[in-house]
């Protein structure tokens, strides 16, 4: 059964990390659906968020490839029910007359926000799980999307779960 | 004590216990060879004819011996011409540490003389690589990168270290040999459920690969194969770990493999694997592999585990705990049935053989049973790749680990003689190098380190005067299009050949030279060279086409039926 899965990464935070990750994944011929990486509470680490889609055995060779390597020091398949996912999208539209009032009502729905505003653009903040900003993007498509970036997946888990075994209260 | 970066090297590597490295100076390492010059008291360095020679012979130390390979290279060219070298490491999984200089921090970046992004080159076929940006560094990364290459599944590390690193000045310290890394002991509800499935078996089969020579374990697996009555195969990699004659042993499975090892995995009902990974040259299409069979799958490394095929059990574990209490858990099994049909399978596969191979001309298999009388258990015994490669792995008769020395997963042409001269240096025997004429035209350069040496080898080129591993596929699936495969167009005399390098060479052209002429190449106390003629239309027989299955076995040539 093909599914989404969002696998958090603990690494050494050191120059090349992300491409060995990236590497790997390129080799083995494993495709990424959207990677974030970052610095986390401690400085010695990064924090690597991939998203991927596929089955579970695709997901578990990952864990275990992704587990060989050097410089990783944690890998965590996100528990999708017990989890927080959030990406956020800047999404530049076209302004006019005709479509702004229907921008600003879709903005106004999502609550989401206009960040930029020019007689002939604006442009959209919009943070969420990936379906709600799917959503938005589907709405707002026929009114013209001039540009669009987005930071793909981060995700934390609800509760006393902590991708960093070091970590205690 | 205070010490230059090239000093540390040296220092470092001799506490690692390295007694030998293989190498080529350069531009950027000279620093590191002049702290070499110094302590050549301590540690010998071999000079090859090419780097890629370098490290093959680190590669072929390693698997001799089970002991780290080490190689020196120099920046840009001397660094990637190692990369054939670390690749076959990988592919095999051999404990190597492969050292390159690069030019200093300052120029890094700048597209410098000789520079090269090595770390950035071999990133896909290293376990692990280091750029040493700071002297602080250096001792330690070297200790990890030992560390790394030997633990678990061993393989290759690289270790780029740029010139004003090995210029510059720290204290050195002197620490103990590093440990491997422990492996996780299996689980007792696996090896129970192991027990289970064996007991619950009626044919089993054991089919061990390369892990089983890493991990030591042949006593194991014979153990195991006597108690629970059950035959063993393995991969082209687990050779050597069981001796040919013993009466369980099938040989070889696979494209090449023996056909009562591969008919008889195919029928079994329990296959217990041990240390192999199930490449597509063992298994064919995966999807009729061993269709009848449930699978345990005994690995060190966890990520081989439903990598390939699906297993019903996959334990990552440290191989030769899990085999010594999976012994103990067992209970003594008879199979008269399965014996019954494994010797019949055996009877089949020694009247199939007597029937396609010749007995009026040299055949690769008289030669090597030739060369097998002169040759002691233990002698080292290297291949290049090919079919005499294939030969050699169905018809030597291997009886100690480590002594089957040839490149597996990668299947590296020109392997064999820089292999030749590591293995020679790892054990101080005699060896053997079966090579073709393809295969020794890639690396024959190395014919100069072979004298400069002395190495003992006896070169034993299997001459059919085409890339005959490939002719014989264009044979088979190309209607006999011998697109760039025939070699009778060159020109090289492989005795003058030897002659040129300063080493003896004989040449066997008739069948009743064949007994005489190896006996005065191994009754010569130096290198020597053999050109074989043999046959351009000899098969390597029997073969499972690429991504068959077991039904689609070729057991003779279309025109021998």
Same mark, same amino acid.
């Given at each position: 059964?093909?599914? @989404?899965?969002?696998?958090?990464?603990?690494?050494?935070?050191?120059?090349?990390?992300?491409?060995?990750?990236?590497?790997?994944?390129?080799? @083995?011929?494993?495709?990424?659906?959207?990677?974030?990486?970052?610095?986390?509470?401690?400085?010695?680490?990064? @924090?690597?968020?991939?998203?991927?889609?596929?089955?579970?055995?695709?997901?578990?060779?990952?864990?275990?490839?992704?587990?060989?390597?050097?410089?990783?020091?944690?890998?965590?398949?996100?528990?999708?029910?017990?989890?927080?996912?959030?990406?956020?999208?800047?999404?530049?539209?076209?302004?006019?007359?005709?479509?702004?009032?229907?921008?600003?009502?879709?903005?106004?729905?999502?609550?989401?926000?206009?960040?930029?505003?020019?007689?002939?653009?604006?442009?959209?903040?919009?943070?969420?799980?990936?379906?709600?900003?799917?959503?938005?993007?589907?709405?707002?498509?026929?009114?013209?999307?001039?540009?669009?970036?987005?930071?793909?997946?981060?995700?934390?888990? @609800?509760?006393?779960?902590?991708?960093?075994?070091?970590?205690?209260? | =004590?205070?010490?230059?970066?090239?000093?540390?090297?040296?220092?470092?590597?001799?506490?690692?216990?390295?007694?030998?490295?293989?190498?080529?100076?350069?531009?950027?390492?000279?620093?590191?060879? !002049? #702290?070499?010059?110094?302590?050549?008291?301590?540690?010998?360095?071999?000079?090859?004819?090419?780097?890629?020679?370098?490290?093959?012979?680190?590669?072929?130390?390693?698997?001799?011996?089970?002991?780290?390979?080490?190689?020196?290279?120099?920046?840009?060219?001397?660094?990637?011409?190692?990369?054939?070298?670390?690749?076959?490491?990988?592919?095999?999984?051999?404990?190597?540490?492969?050292?390159?200089?690069?030019?200093?921090?300052? /120029?890094?970046?700048?597209?410098?003389?000789?520079?090269?992004?090595?770390?950035?080159?071999?990133?896909?076929?290293?376990?692990?690589?280091?750029?040493?940006?700071?002297?602080?560094?250096?001792?330690?990364?070297?200790?990890?990168?030992?560390?790394?290459?030997?633990?678990?599944?061993?393989?290759?590390?690289?270790?780029?270290?740029?010139?004003?690193?090995?210029?510059?000045?720290?204290?050195?310290?002197?620490?103990?040999?590093?440990?491997?890394?422990?492996?996780?002991?299996?689980?007792?509800?696996?090896?129970?459920?192991?027990?289970?499935?064996?007991?619950?078996?009626?044919?089993?089969?054991?089919?061990?690969?390369?892990?089983?020579?890493?991990?030591?374990?042949?006593?194991?697996?014979?153990?195991?194969?006597?108690?629970?009555?059950?035959?063993?195969?393995?991969?082209?990699?687990?050779?050597?770990?069981?001796?040919? !004659?013993?009466?369980?042993?099938?040989?070889?499975?696979?494209?090449?493999?023996?056909?009562?090892?591969?008919?008889?995995?195919?029928?079994?009902?329990?296959?217990?694997?041990?240390?192999?990974?199930?490449? !597509?040259?063992?298994?064919?299409?995966?999807?009729?592999?061993?269709?009848?069979?449930?699978?345990?799958?005994?690995?060190?490394?966890?990520?081989?585990?439903?990598?390939?095929?699906?297993?019903?059990?996959?334990?990552?574990?440290?191989?030769?705990?899990?085999?010594?209490?999976?012994?103990?858990?067992?209970?003594?099994?008879?199979?008269?049935?399965?014996?019954?049909?494994? #010797?019949?399978?055996?009877?089949?596969?020694?009247?199939?053989?007597?029937?396609?191979?010749?007995?009026?001309?040299?055949?690769?298999?008289?030669?090597?049973?030739?060369?097998?009388?002169?040759?002691?258990?233990?002698?080292?015994?290297?291949?290049?790749?090919?079919?005499?490669?294939?030969?050699?792995?169905?018809?030597?008769?291997?009886?100690?680990?480590?002594?089957?020395?040839?490149?597996?997963?990668?299947?590296?042409?020109?392997?064999?003689?820089?292999?030749?001269?590591?293995?020679?240096?790892?054990?101080?025997?005699?060896?053997?190098?079966?090579?073709?004429?393809?295969?020794?035209?890639?690396?024959?350069?190395?014919?100069?380190?072979?004298?400069?040496?002395?190495?003992?080898?006896?070169?034993?080129?299997?001459?059919?005067?085409?890339?005959? =591993?490939?002719?014989?596929?264009?044979? /088979?699936?190309?209607?006999?299009?011998?697109?760039?495969? !025939?070699?009778?167009?060159?020109?090289?005399?492989?005795?003058?050949?030897?002659?040129?390098?300063?080493?003896?060479?004989?040449?066997?052209?008739?069948?009743?030279?064949?007994?005489?002429?190896?006996?005065?190449?191994?009754?010569?106390?130096?290198?020597?060279?053999?050109?074989?003629?043999?046959?351009?239309?000899?098969?390597?027989?029997?073969? /499972?086409?690429?991504?068959?299955?077991?039904?689609?076995?070729?057991?003779?040539?279309?025109?021998?039926?």
């Amino acid at each position: 059964m093909i599914e @989404r899965f969002v696998i958090a990464i603990l690494v050494e935070n050191q120059p090349g990390i992300l491409t060995r990750v990236a590497s790997m994944f390129n080799r @083995r011929g494993f495709n990424i659906d959207s990677l974030t990486v970052s610095e986390t509470e401690a400085h010695a680490y990064s @924090r690597i968020t991939i998203s991927l889609t596929g089955d579970q055995g695709i997901c578990n060779q990952i864990i275990k490839q992704l587990k060989k390597l050097y410089n990783v020091k944690e890998v965590k398949v996100m528990d999708k029910e017990k989890s927080v996912y959030r990406e956020l999208a800047l999404i530049k539209l076209k302004n006019t007359p005709e479509t702004r009032q229907e921008i600003l009502s879709a903005v106004d729905i999502f609550r989401s926000k206009i960040v930029d505003f020019s007689p002939s653009t604006l442009c959209v903040e919009i943070t969420g799980e990936t379906s709600k900003i799917e959503a938005f993007i589907a709405l707002v498509e026929p009114l013209g999307i001039l540009e669009m970036c987005r930071t793909g997946v981060v995700a934390i888990e @609800r509760g006393c779960h902590y991708l960093n075994s070091e970590t205690s209260l | =004590m205070i010490l230059s970066g090239a000093e540390i090297v040296v220092e470092t590597l001799i506490e690692q216990g390295c007694k030998i490295v293989f190498g080529y100076p350069g531009g950027q390492v000279i620093n590191l060879y !002049d #702290a070499l010059y110094t302590r050549s008291d301590r540690i010998q360095h071999i000079l090859t004819a090419h780097e890629q020679g370098a490290a093959h012979a680190a590669d072929g130390y390693a698997r001799a011996s089970g002991e780290v390979g080490v190689v020196i290279a120099t920046s840009g060219p001397g660094a990637t011409n190692l990369v054939t070298g670390i690749a076959t490491a990988y592919l095999d999984s051999v404990p190597m540490v492969a050292i390159t200089g690069n030019v200093p921090n300052s /120029l890094i970046g700048r597209d410098s003389f000789q520079e090269v992004d090595i770390t950035g080159v071999t990133l896909p076929i290293t376990k692990h690589n280091f750029l040493v940006k700071t002297i602080d560094k250096l001792a330690d990364t070297i200790r990890e990168a030992f560390k790394i290459a030997k633990s678990g599944r061993p393989g290759p590390v690289l270790i780029d270290i740029p010139k004003d690193v090995q210029i510059a000045k720290f204290p050195y310290q002197e620490c103990p040999v590093v440990e491997k890394k422990s492996v996780r002991k299996a689980k007792g509800d696996k090896l129970t459920r192991a027990a289970q499935m064996i007991a619950e078996a009626e044919k089993p089969y054991i089919y061990f690969g390369g892990g089983a020579v890493t991990a030591d374990v042949s006593q194991e697996i014979i153990a195991l194969a006597d108690k629970i009555d059950a035959p063993i195969g393995c991969t082209m990699m687990g050779l050597s770990a069981v001796p040919v !004659d013993h009466p369980r042993y099938l040989g070889m499975e696979g494209m090449h493999g023996h056909y009562a090892s591969s008919v008889s995995q195919d029928e079994a009902d329990l296959i217990i694997t041990i240390g192999a990974r199930f490449s !597509d040259r063992a298994t064919g299409n995966v999807a009729k592999y061993a269709r009848k069979a449930k699978i345990i799958h005994i690995d060190a490394d966890g990520a081989e585990l439903n990598k390939n095929i699906s297993v019903e059990l996959g334990i990552e574990c440290d191989v030769k705990d899990a085999l010594q209490r999976l012994l103990m858990l067992v209970d003594e099994k008879q199979h008269p049935e399965w014996s019954a049909r494994i #010797a019949a399978l055996k009877d089949a596969e020694k009247a199939q053989f007597e029937k396609v191979t010749a007995k009026d001309r040299i055949t690769p298999y008289a030669l090597i049973q030739e060369t097998a009388k002169h040759t002691d258990p233990d002698t080292p015994i290297v291949t290049d790749v090919g079919q005499h490669q294939m030969w050699t792995a169905q018809f030597y008769p291997f009886q100690s680990p480590r002594t089957f020395i040839s490149s597996g997963g990668l299947g590296t042409m020109g392997f064999g003689l820089g292999a030749a001269i590591g293995a020679a240096k790892a054990t101080g025997k005699r060896i053997v190098l079966f090579t073709g004429d393809g295969s020794f035209g890639m690396n024959l350069n190395e014919l100069a380190t072979v004298t400069a040496e002395n190495i003992p080898v006896v070169i034993i080129i299997m001459n059919n005067k085409v890339l005959g =591993m490939v002719r014989q596929w264009q044979t /088979l699936f190309f209607q006999k299009h011998y697109s760039n495969t !025939d070699l009778h167009v060159r020109k090289t005399d492989f005795v003058k050949l030897a002659d040129a390098f300063g080493m003896k060479g004989f040449r066997i052209s008739e069948l009743s030279e064949l007994s005489s002429v190896i006996e005065q190449a191994f009754a010569e106390n130096a290198p020597v060279l053999v050109d074989v003629a043999i046959d351009q239309d000899e098969f390597v027989l029997p073969m /499972l086409p690429p991504g068959g299955c077991i039904e689609d076995i070729i057991t003779e040539r279309g025109d021998q039926s």
